[in-house]
């Protein structure tokens, strides 16, 4: 027997933030859809009216997409489960309702705001929890849409569930009431709506974060309401902040996705480092690609503890990425922030080495950490001292460079042919430092800064001499 293809889906609400959280639940769904051959869809689910941003949408669109994350179907695409926003989808919705009240399982809410206010008073002033089904009513009248669909619990029972990631779980009856599942203003929960929609899109497995497993046994009254067979839940663990004590928010640095790329991460390494923040390979590899993920990725490997966020080790991995691209990528990506004057050629493997996100070239520009290709820098004696080395060894030492340097002839005045004068004088000395550690102060004025040799490339040999010997 042919086993059911595996369907995943990414489900956001068009409110304007897009939150990394949100991207690692649609990265890990689109992982597994892949890992399996199977189908990865993107709904949009934007029945609370009230909440939604114009023109988020487009940029939930845009943000998956600049991470790689493609979707099978989708509102911008179509699919065979068209169509992929909810407020698209209310026949459905009231389809599965009639269903719902033909069966006497749905009932319309005959109470105003105030009065459920009364019950929720009463029962605080009891020390109860607040039930709405302990007020339900006795008839029902029909349900003309003017006023909340609620949902009439059946059987008051404990729920026991399996979670692909944190195993058996329960809950007691106290978890079962009778909830809203049609606004009066015609548009779904997402308690009802995400159920119809995954049973008509045959989703096969739903991944979502920790805070709906309270509300489970709710979505389990329903399968069982309309005898639907539940998808796999795999719960997630949350993205912790900085501290490690709570979820990450935009009070703890939390960014929309899309600053990271006006930041100057790669996108590749963005996928790289919320693939690891929850989930681990079973081996020691941290570098992936994202054909890599898909085939390395499983449900079991999802933890159950919170991952904390760590930004040196998001720059550290943005750099590991930075070093696999090509030299035409770095200089189309360099270029970007540097002034007319800085777009040299030469330059780029000294910036690229000194960066871990391509914002961080501004900064050097800024800084006047470059501008030491145009003007000679202005020196501290003290700062061309190795150590307790005296000065006149020193001096001797930077003399000898100078010399053997004048003997390279224009033509060969390279990083490779500087190299190796250089270490010849360097290798006799106790410490490599007593040489290189002066040459490089003395060509950039900098206490720290690229390597010396490609410096006295792209200075050339007149220049590169003029400065060796203004330190002498």
């Not at 995943?8 to 892949?34: C, E, N």
């Not at 979670?163 to 308690?191: M, Q, R």
């Not at 941290?286 to 890599?292: G, K, P």
């Not at 501290?380 to 003997?407: C, F, G, M, R, T």
Request: hydrophobic share 35%; charged share 30%.
């Amino acid at each position: 027997m042919e086993s059911k293809k595996i369907v995943t889906r990414f489900a956001p609400s068009p409110t304007g933030f897009m939150h990394v959280g949100g991207v690692r639940t649609a990265l890990y769904a689109y992982l597994w859809a892949k890992k399996n051959k199977g189908a990865f869809i993107l709904r949009i689910e934007d029945t609370d009216k009230e909440r939604e941003v114009e023109g988020s949408i487009e940029h939930i669109i845009k943000s998956l997409k600049w991470l790689g994350i493609n979707w099978d179907e989708g509102p911008d695409i179509g699919g065979q489960n068209a169509p992929y926003l909810q407020s698209q989808r209310l026949d459905s919705y009231k389809k599965y309702a009639q269903i719902l009240i033909d069966k006497g399982l749905a009932y319309p809410d005959p109470y105003t705001e105030e009065e459920v206010g009364v019950f929720r008073d009463t029962a605080e002033l009891a020390k109860k929890p607040f039930l709405y089904r302990e007020h339900r009513p006795e008839t029902f009248g029909v349900w003309d849409g003017t006023k909340p669909l609620r949902f009439k619990v059946s059987e008051i029972k404990s729920y026991k569930w399996h979670d692909l990631v944190y195993g058996d779980l329960s809950a007691g009856p106290e978890a079962l009431d009778d909830f809203i599942l049609i606004k009066s203003d015609g548009y779904p929960t997402y308690n009802f709506a995400h159920i119809i929609d995954d049973l008509e899109m045959g989703v096969t497995h739903i991944m979502r974060g920790q805070e709906f497993i309270s509300s489970t046994p709710k979505f389990l009254s329903i399968y069982d309401a309309l005898d639907i067979k539940p998808p796999l839940f795999a719960t997630l663990p949350p993205i912790m902040g900085k501290d490690g004590k709570k979820k990450l928010g935009k009070r703890d640095g939390a960014k929309d996705v899309l600053d990271y790329k006006s930041e100057g991460y790669l996108p590749e390494a963005m996928i790289n480092f919320l693939a690891l923040l929850g989930w681990n390979p079973g081996d020691e590899r941290e570098i992936f690609t994202m054909d890599e993920l898909v085939e390395a990725f499983d449900i079991s490997r999802i933890g159950h503890s919170g991952a904390q966020w760590n930004d040196l080790k998001f720059d550290w991995m943005n750099k590991e990425h930075i070093k696999k691209l090509s030299f035409e990528k770095l200089k189309k990506n360099i270029f970007e922030y540097l002034p007319e004057n800085l777009k040299i050629e030469k330059i780029i493997p000294l910036i690229a080495e000194r960066i871990s996100k391509w914002s961080d070239v501004k900064e050097i520009v800024e800084k006047g950490d470059l501008d030491f290709f145009f003007k000679q820098p202005e020196y501290q004696k003290e700062k061309l001292v190795y150590k307790d080395i005296p000065l006149e060894k020193i001096s001797e030492n930077i003399k000898k460079a100078v010399s053997e340097l004048n003997n390279l002839e224009e033509n060969n005045f390279n990083q490779e042919n500087i190299k190796k004068v250089l270490m010849q004088i360097a290798d006799k000395l106790d410490n490599r430092g007593e040489l290189l550690h002066p040459i490089r102060y003395a060509l950039s004025g900098l206490d720290k800064s690229p390597d010396p040799f490609i410096i006295a490339e792209i200075l050339g040999k007149n220049e590169t001499l003029s400065r060796l010997q203004k330190a002498v």
